[in-house]
């Protein structure tokens, strides 16, 4: 079976503000290692949707993933639910630890 990828509307912000960000650094080098670390990471998720460790080794039902974006302060939270990945947040690691959990059920 071959999953989808959705993004809620606050993930994608968070993510278009981070390559923003990193484009800015230089001359948009360091957004676009940004970029290549996310599609990446969407690979090896979409390959293997269980491989990410459960985010703060919680058990709950959807099981929330988080992946670490290599050298970037940031992580990729995500469920699996119908068929879909689909991304909580990319959250920066200085933020708030569950800023995020509202919209698991949106």
């Given at each position: ?37 996310v ?7 979409l ?60």
């Open positions: 079976m071959t999953l989808g990828w959705r993004d809620h509307p606050g993930a994608r912000a968070e993510f278009l503000d981070a390559y923003d960000h990193y484009a800015d650094v230089d001359d948009g080098t360091l957004g676009d290692q940004f970029i290549d670390g599609e990446s990471a969407a690979e090896l998720i390959g293997w949707p269980d491989g990410a460790p459960p985010y703060r080794a919680q058990q709950r039902t959807p099981e929330i993933r988080n992946w670490h974006l290599g050298k970037f302060p940031y992580r990729l939270i995500y469920v699996v639910r119908a068929g879909e990945i689909f991304v909580l947040a990319y959250a920066h690691e200085s933020r708030e630890a569950g800023y995020w959990t509202d919209r698991l059920n949106r």
